[in-house]
């Protein structure tokens, strides 16, 4: 059974990680734009294990080091963070650029928003002369404290653009906070909050699964032209461990990625559940030997088998696992693509149910009609591929998700948040449907 | 400029000046003197090279300070404050290791041991004024007064700020207890302010406030009776910010000595020790000796092993409790939907899956509540 620390997805050499689809190296970018070429292949490129925290303190010193108006500022910034993501960063490029804040974390984004104001551009000049504004890198100490911040987020943050009719922006503004369940957060430490942001046009949020990925994404929610929220899977900053490439690098912003190829279900997921959802399919194929699961796998894959008759199909279902990456806007042509190999869709998640990332995407799949059938030949028809979803699903949509109880209970973790064998179930109902 | 005004404005300018000498005089909103030298101000002492007094009874060894006025108090409260004050370090020593064993999650340190109740951090500074508003308008209950205690950290949110600005414009009985301790987790107070601390808040709201040195319990008692009394007279908040200094670290997650100093923290514990300062005072009045003091951390130490073993040994509320409370009235579908499914996945691997067999056994009825609906 993979743990995270053993998990597949993980890239483990050097040759994974540097082989890593959609990377985008910032020298390559660099030699593009000059015509030269000299490393832009992966040949002479270093990587290092590193954890979670680790990838993202490297991140942050990349953005720091490459941007003089870059700052990192929030609630115990400067000793290193309670996560440790910014250990050494104060020392290292003083106290001006990485700074302590009060504690207010309405505070904290609204510094943040004037901050990043200040770098809006005004035909050729930056807004103000030549200000220092630019880059805001805020931290809020902890998801669950986001909501002092709301407003700043949803109606200055957001708005800032569509207000000013693109005069002003505040897109060098990147809030960072830990998010999801550990094992003993609590109500106020272990929220997922991200169903919330689903109708907050003019934000981006992300969620990345990993070392490698927290990189690539953190520059990039960087240095993209719109705020972004980039919540951090606090189990993962030690859990996860991979070969990092050190350079400067990013990864596309609004792209999900497809983890494991598969022909019969397409399982959508994001950060921690990622790493269950490769245990469940594990134990697809792998159940507790001599125990009442393995029957009911066995009986449910009968039922699958028996359901696809006279297809041409193997003896086990391959499954589809997609990284979403940006929850805001999120990658809904890959999953149609997807769905139109596979015709069953799982969705998992640990926000709650209802008013969540699952619910909205299987409304996506099921509302062909909201779009319009393009007739530009280079682009894709999301129309058409949504009523083809939809018409040609097999089965219902699942969602599994954290039940819709005001925040994750103590006692009551282990049996709120979708762990393998609950997602076991769910691909058994969808594949046996 | 008034005087370089066009020929035909100025019948108009005329009459509206004549008319204001004679009206100017105070100002429409406030009943301010007018100045004619530019007057800044940074201070609520009126001068601003003075801080805001700290308010203290005893000295460090416990002797009351010169033309101190004692709090009424008798052996009896007095042997009571100090058993009080000397349960948390009690509680710290032992919960801390015991957090250290695995066996409890997450455990947050109490020292100082100031004779008030731990704060939760944010969020309740807000509600207090309803409260005591609340209270207020309760025939029975009209002479009590709602407590919100907090640190100089939660000081800095806006629901700090809101609550003080509603207590005092609706009238509200509270009483704000800050506990200065110098630190929010790894932030120092000189990092998280840069007025004169938290009580120089409380006369922009229009609240009576006081500062008081924290680790001096008789001072504290004077200080929250008097505020107290204030309270119910006036009917408003009043503030009281009790200075002090965090000796341990923020909570079992936390190494202070990333951040800060051991010296610092061993001289200050050395300089001022808010329970020998009480003792000392207790000793001379031959309210305490060391006997005493034997016995009381013998007693502390088996009452809080007792209580810890009762609770350990307690199991967990039956698992269909993570379903209560949501909602009162109708339970709506959802909900429902959501128990039942539940139900279902645990009959049909709650004794398969090793990991649910074993958390199962934890709660009362083993899940079993859930799996015959
Ligand atoms: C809204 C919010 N933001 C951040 C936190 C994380 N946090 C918990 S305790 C704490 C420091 C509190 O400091 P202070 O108010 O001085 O209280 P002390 O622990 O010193 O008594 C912080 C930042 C929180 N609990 N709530
Ligand atoms: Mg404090």
């Not at chain 2, 109708?330 to 429902?336: A, G, L, Y």
Request: with cysteine; glycine share 10%; aromatic share 8%.
């Amino acid at each position: 059974m993979p743990s995270i620390a053993s998990s597949a997805l993980l890239k483990h050499t050097r040759e994974q990680a540097l082989k890593m689809p959609e990377i985008v190296w910032a020298d390559a970018e660099l030699d593009e734009a000059r015509g030269t070429s000299s490393l832009s292949s992966t040949t002479g490129r270093e990587t290092r294990k590193m954890n979670t925290y680790q990838a993202i303190r490297d991140a942050l010193s990349i953005a720091l080091s490459t941007n003089d108006s870059a700052i990192v500022f929030g609630e115990d910034v400067a000793f290193g963070g309670v996560f440790r993501c910014t250990l050494g960063l104060a020392e290292e490029y003083g106290r001006e650029r990485v700074f302590n804040t009060p504690l207010t974390e309405q505070g904290v984004v609204g510094f943040g928003i004037g901050y990043a104001s200040m770098g809006s551009k005004l035909g050729n000049s930056t807004l103000g002369g030549r200000g220092m504004g630019g880059t805001a890198i805020a931290e809020v100490q902890f998801v669950d404290y986001i909501w002092p911040a709301f407003d700043q987020l949803l109606n200055e943050a957001s708005k800032f653009r569509y207000r000013s009719g693109g005069q002003f922006n505040v897109g060098g503004l990147t809030v960072r906070c830990p998010t999801m369940a550990v094992g003993h957060g609590g109500l106020y430490h272990s929220q997922s909050p991200e169903g919330f942001f689903m109708g907050a046009g003019g934000l981006k949020v992300v969620i990345p699964r990993s070392p490698l990925q927290a990189k690539g994404l953190l520059l990039s929610s960087i240095r993209d032209p719109n705020p972004v929220v980039f919540m951090e899977p606090k189990v993962l900053y030690r859990s996860a461990v991979e070969q990092v490439p050190t350079s400067d690098y990013i990864l596309p912003l609004g792209r999900a990625e497809i983890l494991t190829t598969g022909s019969d279900l397409t399982v959508v997921t994001y950060g921690t559940s990622v790493y269950r959802c490769e245990q469940a399919i594990h134990l697809l194929t792998h159940p507790p030997e001599g125990t009442g699961i393995e029957r009911t796998v066995r009986d449910a894959l009968g039922d699958w088998r028996r359901s696809r008759k006279g297809q041409n199909t193997s003896s086990t279902p391959t499954i589809e696992l997609i990284d979403l990456r940006t929850i805001l806007p999120y990658d809904l042509p890959l999953v149609l693509r997807s769905l139109s190999k596979t015709h069953r869709l799982l969705i998992v998640h640990e926000g709650p149910t209802t008013g969540g990332v699952g619910m909205q995407i299987a409304g996506d799949v099921m509302s062909g009609f909201n779009t319009t059938s393009t007739t530009n030949e280079s682009e894709e028809d999301v129309g058409r591929m949504r009523r083809e979803a939809f018409l040609g699903l097999e089965a219902p949509v699942k969602v599994i998700g954290g039940w819709d109880t005001p925040g994750v209970a103590l006692q009551y973790e282990k049996f709120y948040i979708p762990d393998e064998v609950r997602i076991l179930d769910g691909l058994l109902e969808v594949l046996a449907y | 400029m008034l005087r370089r005004a066009s020929s035909t404005l100025r019948p108009l300018i005329n009459r509206i000046s004549s008319l204001s000498t004679r009206s100017l005089g105070r100002l429409p909103n406030t009943q301010s003197p007018i100045v004619s030298k530019p007057h800044f101000f940074n201070s609520v002492t009126g001068d601003s090279n003075e801080l805001i007094p700290a308010f203290r009874l005893i000295d460090g060894t416990g002797v009351p300070l010169d033309g101190a006025g004692l709090p009424e108090l008798d052996e009896a409260f007095a042997r009571k404050l100090y058993e009080n004050m000397q349960l948390l370090p009690n509680l710290d020593n032992i919960l801390y290791n015991v957090q250290r064993q695995g066996k409890i999650s997450f455990y947050m340190t109490a020292q100082p041991p100031l004779p008030m109740t731990m704060s939760r951090p944010q969020g309740k500074t807000n509600a207090c004024p309803g409260v005591a508003y609340a209270l207020r308008r309760s025939p029975e209950r009209s002479n009590s007064v709602a407590a919100c205690f907090f640190g100089e950290g939660a000081a800095s949110e806006g629901d700090f700020h809101a609550g003080l600005l509603l207590a005092s414009t609706i009238p509200s009985p509270v009483v704000f207890i800050a506990r200065n301790n110098g630190f929010a987790i790894s932030t120092p107070s000189s990092e998280q302010y840069h007025g004169d601390g938290i009580a120089s808040r409380g006369p922009g709201y229009g609240i009576d406030t006081i500062r008081v040195d924290g680790n001096d319990v008789l001072a504290v008692l004077a200080a929250v009776r008097e505020a107290r009394t204030r309270c119910v007279e006036q009917g408003r908040a009043v503030l009281v910010e009790c200075m002090s200094y965090r000796v341990g670290h923020h909570s079992t997650s936390d190494d202070s000595f990333a951040y800060r100093a051991r010296s610092e923290v061993e001289d200050r514990k050395r300089i001022d020790n808010p329970l020998a300062r009480f003792r000392l005072f207790m000793e001379t009045r031959g309210w305490w000796d060391a006997q005493a003091e034997e016995e009381l951390k013998t007693r502390h130490r088996a009452d809080v092993l007792k209580a810890f073993k009762r609770a350990e040994t307690q199991s967990r509320w039956e698992l269909g409790e993570l379903f209560t409370d949501i909602y009162a009235g109708e339970e709506p579908w959802n909900i429902k939907e959501q128990r039942k499914e539940l139900g279902r996945l645990l009959k049909k691997y709650g004794e398969d899956w090793e990991p649910w067999r074993r958390e199962l056994q934890k709660y009362k009825n083993e899940g079993r509540d859930l799996i015959k609906e």
